[in-house]
C-alpha cells in the first residue's frame, strides 16, 4: 500500500537560471501526463487532485536534484503516468515565477501487483548441533520510508537488519537470524514473516535439519572392552602357567611330591 516513485532532476533543475538552486527556492509538482492541472501532489493541497489529497508528501531533496514521492494506499487507478515539474518561486513573497519545466521524456507508469511479496530465505542445507547457524530472509518493497517489518517465530530471535537499494524504485529489507542448533531442533520449522504497512503479510517457512556432533564411542567402547578382556584374559593364563610350572618343580623333588599332590 506505500509506493515511493524514485526521481533525479537534472542540474539546474531545467530552468533558464545557471547552478544548482537551494530548496527554498524550488517547488515540485507531480502530475498526470495529460495535463498539468491534474496535479498528485503540490504545496497547496487545494490545488491537488481530490483523489490523492493527503496520500502523496515529498521524499527527496529538491536542493540535491531528488524529487521522490511517496504514494501511500495505493489504489488500481494509480497507475499513471505521472510526470514531475519544477518550478522557480521568487525569495520575496514565495510566489512562482515563470521559470518552469516538466520533464516529459521521463514519466513514470506504475505496474499494481495484486498480492505482497513472499520473503525468500537463504541457508545451508544442514545445521550442526552446538554451531552457529545463519538463515536470511530476504523481502522486496516500494518504499523506503515505509519498509516491512519482519519477524520470526522464534522467542527472543538475534537477528541484524539491513535495507537495500536495488534500484528502479524497489528496496530489499533483509533480517539475518543467527542461531545454536541443539539436538532436539531437528525438523523444527522456523517462519519468516513479513508485515507490510497497510496490513497486508506474507511468510516463508523452512525446516530446520540438525546434524549430530560427529563421536567415535561405538567404536572406541566396544575396542576397549575387547583389549581389556585380552589383557585379563593374557594376565589369567600367565598366573595359570606360572602356578603349573611350579607345580612340575616339585613333583620333579621328591620332597614336594605329597605337598604338591595335596595342591591339585
Not at 32 to 56: A, C, E, G, N, P
Not at 131 to 145: E, Q
Not at 149 to 166: A, C, G, R, S, Y
Request: glycine share 4%; charged share 25%; with cysteine.
Amino acid at each position: 500500500s506505500i509506493l515511493c516513485v524514485q526521481h533525479k532532476t537534472p542540474n539546474n533543475t531545467g530552468t533558464r537560471t545557471s547552478g544548482n538552486l537551494p530548496a527554498s527556492r524550488l517547488r515540485a509538482i507531480w502530475h498526470h501526463v495529460d495535463s498539468t492541472d491534474q496535479r498528485i501532489y503540490y504545496d497547496d493541497k487545494t490545488m491537488t487532485l481530490d483523489s490523492f489529497k493527503h496520500r502523496t508528501r515529498l521524499l527527496g531533496d529538491l536542493g540535491k536534484n531528488n524529487c521522490t514521492l511517496e504514494l501511500t494506499e495505493v489504489k488500481n487507478h494509480d497507475n499513471g503516468p505521472f510526470c514531475f515539474r519544477i518550478e522557480l518561486v521568487r525569495r520575496e513573497d514565495n510566489k512562482p515565477t515563470k521559470d518552469k519545466f516538466s520533464f516529459y521524456e521521463e514519466c513514470i507508469s506504475l505496474n499494481m501487483l495484486t498480492v505482497p511479496t513472499v520473503p525468500t530465505l537463504t541457508h545451508s542445507k544442514t545445521a550442526h548441533k552446538g554451531r552457529s547457524f545463519t538463515i536470511t530472509c530476504t523481502v522486496a518493497h516500494t518504499c523506503p520510508s515505509r519498509a516491512p517489518k519482519i519477524t520470526w517465530n522464534l522467542e527472543n530471535p538475534q537477528v541484524t537488519v539491513h535495507h537495500k537499494d536495488i534500484r528502479y524504485g524497489n528496496w530489499e529489507v533483509q533480517s539475518i537470524l543467527t542461531i545454536i542448533p541443539e539436538e532436539e531442533d531437528d525438523h523444527r520449522e522456523i517462519t519468516c514473516s513479513a508485515q507490510f504497512n497497510g496490513g497486508r503479510n506474507s511468510s516463508q517457512t523452512m525446516t530446520l535439519y540438525v546434524k549430530r556432533a560427529v563421536t567415535y564411542n561405538h567404536i572406541i567402547i566396544p575396542t576397549v572392552v575387547v583389549i581389556g578382556t585380552a589383557v585379563a584374559f593374557g594376565l589369567i593364563c600367565v598366573l595359570m602357567a606360572r602356578k603349573y610350572k611350579q607345580c612340575i618343580s616339585e613333583l620333579q623333588n621328591q620332597e614336594g611330591r605329597t605337598k604338591c599332590w595335596d595342591r591339585v
